[in-house]
């Protein structure tokens, strides 16, 4: 299994320029309130690493879209799809204008809104969330 | 059953007495009288205001006039949000008519994605008929539909034609007999008091024993704090579509009959009020 290249991780964080709905959603407000109950011991410290944890990403290009040379991510769970995709096309070098498509399943498009982390609690396999980006529309 | 389908009935045409308002600080030409309009729960802002812009328009330089938002008390609405989502959660108990505030500029970028025409919504509406199938049919319904029977599902939203859009619908809810239900419930719950926009997960409407999960197994097992002990006063209302449903509700009948027609559950949980 390949190494999370962490340094990249950090440098997503500053090419992003931290999108602010993003920023929002990873900071630690009632989060220990929102947990539901486990059996583990909560914690205010886990609570918060809770919030803070990344969750596996695995990006895959579709048809003739550019592939990224590094395609496992490791991103915090409160990242929106949005900022993802900008860091994408940041990464791939796009134009302005041109667009990128994100689908979940290869099926359907997340709102850009949505966090990464609810999409891989709900979509994820084998501990990651595959995700297909393209610069045309795929699935409709 | 008739009562049943009495249910769809109800949900699909259900109304909000809204008044819009002009933004005091916009740049008008006259005074601009409030507009007053009756507001489909199920559907999107940005889909029924065009009476709305065109009457503020009337009043305004074109120079002045950006793309249309709105807010309540402040807060800008979301329009991505169904509209009866938006107000369970923001306005379920103050006075009716809702008063929405109408702004033209300043997009507040932060909170609000743009809606520069039609297709963005009907995208939107279609990826959330998707993703909800994806959870309750591995996809596997929605992918045998042909690309007219989408179409269907969203003129039917977008003309408000309740047949049109269940004789389409009515698949997206069936499931094989011998599972008793969907694979996994497409439910949303949506905080005020959390700056995490809602909670989704995956949950199961019968159990692996048969157990049928009612809407407060559901809460247990995804906010708890939503359900208060027997010793302590209700602190919490959970809401979909204006009404607090009975915590003994079967999750599979609410999914079937009280979701949007995005196929979700966009359920509200609210503090109950202090008056």
New interface residues.
């Given amino acids: 299994m390949q190494r999370f290249p962490h340094n990249e991780c950090v440098s997503e964080s500053s090419a992003l320029g931290l999108l602010?709905?993003s920023d929002?959603?990873e900071?630690p407000?009632?989060?220990q309130?929102?947990e539901?109950?486990t059996p583990q011991q909560p914690t205010e410290d886990s609570g918060m690493a809770d919030d803070k944890k990344k969750i596996d990403v695995l990006l895959k290009a579709v048809g003739d879209t550019p592939i990224m040379k590094t395609k496992k991510w490791s991103v915090e769970k409160g990242r929106t799809v949005q900022s993802l995709s900008q860091f994408i096309s940041r990464f791939l070098k796009m134009e302005a204008n041109e667009q990128l498509f994100i689908y979940?399943?290869q099926?359907?498009?997340?709102?850009?809104?949505q966090?990464v982390g609810?999409l891989f609690?709900?979509?994820g396999s084998d501990g990651k969330l595959v995700l297909h980006y393209c610069k045309s529309q795929a699935w409709? | 059953m008739a009562d049943d389908k009495d249910v769809l009935r109800d949900v699909w045409f259900g109304r909000i007495p809204t008044c819009f308002t002009l933004y005091q600080d916009e740049i008008t030409e006259r005074e601009a009288e409030p507009f007053y309009l009756l507001l489909p729960r199920v559907s999107f802002l940005t889909l029924v205001t065009d009476k709305v812009k065109k009457h503020f328009l009337k009043v305004m330089k074109a120079e002045d006039v950006e793309e249309m938002w709105f807010d309540f008390e402040g807060t800008p609405l979301k329009w991505h949000y169904p509209i009866g989502l938006l107000f369970d959660l923001h306005a379920s108990n103050t006075a009716l008519p809702w008063s929405i505030t109408v702004h033209f500029k300043n997009f507040p970028e932060r909170d609000l994605l743009h809606c520069p025409s039609n297709s963005v919504i009907e995208a939107h509406f279609m990826s959330s008929i998707k993703e909800a199938d994806a959870l309750k049919h591995k996809s596997q319904v929605i992918n045998d539909m042909q690309k007219k029977d989408h179409k269907q599902l969203w003129m039917g939203l977008q003309n408000d034609k309740f047949d049109q859009f269940w004789a389409m619908n009515r698949k997206l809810m069936e499931y094989p007999t011998e599972e008793g239900g969907f694979r996994y419930i497409p439910f949303r719950i949506y905080l005020t008091m959390s700056d995490r926009p809602f909670i989704q997960k995956l949950f199961r409407p019968i159990s692996s024993d048969g157990y049928t999960h009612t809407l407060g197994d559901l809460l247990k097992e995804v906010y708890p704090v939503a359900i208060s002990r027997d010793d302590e006063s209700k602190r919490y209302q959970v809401v979909i579509h204006g009404i607090e449903p009975l915590l003994e509700t079967p999750l599979q009948w609410l999914s079937e009959h009280l979701s949007h027609p995005d196929n979700f559950l966009h359920i509200s949980v609210i503090p109950v009020p202090s008056d």
């Fill in positions: 602010r709905m929002k959603a900071s407000t009632e989060t309130k929102d539901p109950s979940v399943n099926s359907f498009s997340p709102s850009p809104d966090e609810v609690q709900c979509f409709g």
